[in-house]
């Protein structure tokens, strides 16, 4: 079963005269339970299939399918209610909400979802013992390390079983081993909770432990690939 | 979790929220203080105008209020005060008077004086005149060739107690009439301007004087409270001994006082007004950079789901701690001041020449009425998140792509 399917997507920037295509008709299947790679140069357009996957910007043309919902003539409150039930996000960087200690940014989603509290606060707690965080719940995002704080972005994009995790770059602003650790980390939630991993990155290293690589070029996919980490 | 978010978020920039809360601060003090003087100041004006002989009510003869003269006295008063016992409420109290106007002479000096003959005890209920006594005494009821005058006719006619003081006005006949008195008290007045008009003698002293049998020029009323002035001025109209004669309220008898209370109760709410509009600035001001500090956390809200209200929601948690804050500590601070105010006042005496013409004490107290400080405190709290929708609907509308990509 296809959990996310593009059909012939395009996008072009516009500012001012100049035109920039970064999507120039990408048409891409993933199956539920993936760890797909999106691999390719800076520039090539990764981050803006990414966003348009997740709702969080429109194609111009093709269409886009996640778990059944055609997200092509949605509104913004339908695309929300769909990133807030179906999708977990996971950024470069400045991924969590600064005022709030790490509970509390796992918390936020759940709430937002209306999740009752107890069942809130058992969920999150766990969800961040299974990242590797227990005893860090109060830290507030100021006093993780940079890799505790992308834990905690995994850890909140997973708790509500979404039906896709879009990361964008999660490693990029790690050391290597770091972000090594960080990838061993989204493997295990793929395998052990099953939820369907989109990331980004021109990392060889991430490129490796991906068990499907999508390598997209100027806006085009140029390879596709089944391995075996 | 919004008030959470919003009360940690206001302490992200300590010194920020700190200069608006300061200004909501200003603001409300400025708003619930001053207008709490201005209303002392308007309360006393209301409260000297009555104690200086106007009283609640005043009754006359029809055309007393056209022409002020001897003639137009209440000839008969006894079946009007038989009236007034019977009608006026428990605890009201009232005062015959003559009153003309009259030249006052001594050796060295002579001016115009309204007279004002009275009752001593039945005066002393009514009007100032009872407390106010700084020297020698009040009037006895015996009291043929007593005088009280005021410590500023004092002091022009370089006089003192004991010492003569001889008054001349037109008598029942047309004929002038003088009579010697002899000054017994000296008393001071909230206005020096009262100081110099009135001169108190016994009603015998003044009759005697004026060729007046029983008659009288007015009678004033005092009220146990202010409330009650239109119930008893409708009884008081319908008693048949009175159907000859004014019935007003001090409203009536004063209209320039009811002009300036007009004046004053504009000008309170201009103040609120401006004090308001300075304050909103500051409010979307700060709120605006707040909001533009952290775009990209309203980009990442996006893309956790939030739906464009649930942002607002969030900003306008801010606010309401700003304002919550802002509107306490200003109250507080109010209230405060009125306090600390409240046994001495502040004292105008130093500015008194010009102030007296509107008839504003010496010493102002401040007067604080619930409805004033619910208003001020609703308009700015209302008024207050109804200008920080602004900034929160425009955090609402960034673009999730473009608030991400914001560095
Ligand atoms: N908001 C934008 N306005 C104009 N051009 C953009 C914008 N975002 C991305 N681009 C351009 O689109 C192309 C693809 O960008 P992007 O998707 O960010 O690539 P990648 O994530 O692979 O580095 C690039 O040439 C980039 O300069
Ligand atoms: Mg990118």
Known sequence: ?229 | MYLRLGWRNIWRNPRRTTVILIAIIIGVWSMIFLGALMRGMTDQMIRNGIATLTGHIQIHQRDYRNDPAVENSIEDPAPIEAALDERLPTGAHWSARIRVTATAANARYAGGVTLVGVDPQMEARVSFIGKAIKEGRYLREDDPFGIVVGRALAEKFETGLGKKLVLMTQDTEKNIASRAFRIVGIYRAEMEATEKQFVFVTLPAAREMLKLEKGISEISILLPGHEMVAATLASLRDAPPLSGCDVESWRNLLPLMRAYLEIYDSFIFLWYLVVFIAMAFGIVNTTLMAIFERIREFGLFKSLGMKPWWIIKEVMAESFFLLLLGILIGNILSFLSVFLLMNHGIDLTRFAAGSEFFGISRVIYPSVYGRDVLLANLVVFILGLVVSLYPALKAARFKPVEALAHV
Not at chain 1, 56 to 73: C, F, K, T
Not at chain 1, 152 to 161: E, F, H, K, L, P
Not at chain 1, 165 to 171: G, M
Not at chain 1, 194 to 211: E, P
Request: one cysteine or more; aromatic letters at 4%.
């Open chain 1, 1 to 229: 079963m296809n959990i996310v399917e593009c059909v012939n997507v395009t996008k072009t920037y516009r500012q001012g005269k100049m035109e920039v295509r970064a999507l120039g008709g990408v048409s891409l299947r993933i199956k539920k339970g993936g760890f797909v790679a999106l691999a390719g140069p800076s520039g090539s357009g990764k981050t803006t299939l990414l966003n348009i996957i997740g709702g969080l910007d429109a194609a111009d043309s093709g269409s886009v399918i996640v778990e059944g919902n055609v997200l092509d003539n949605m509104s913004q409150t339908e695309l929300a209610q769909l990133r807030l039930r179906k999708i977990g996000f996971v950024f470069q960087s400045y991924n969590l909400i600064p005022v709030l200690s790490a509970l509390e940014n796992v918390e936020f989603v759940m709430l937002l979802q209306g999740v009752p509290t107890k069942e809130r606060l058992d969920r999150a707690r766990t969800i961040l013992d299974d990242v590797g965080l227990e005893g860090l719940y109060d830290r507030r995002p100021a006093e993780l390390s940079g890799g505790q704080q992308q834990r905690v972005a995994v850890a909140r994009a997973i708790v509500s079983d979404p039906a896709i995790v879009l990361a964008d770059e999660p490693t990029a602003n790690l050391d290597s081993k770091t972000g090594r650790e960080l990838l061993e980390m989204m493997g295990e939630m793929n395998e052990q909770k099953s939820v369907t991993f989109i990331f980004s990155t021109h990392d060889k290293m991430v490129m490796d432990h991906a068990r499907r690589l999508v390598l997209i070029r100027d806006g085009l996919l140029a390879d596709d690939q089944d391995r075996d980490p």
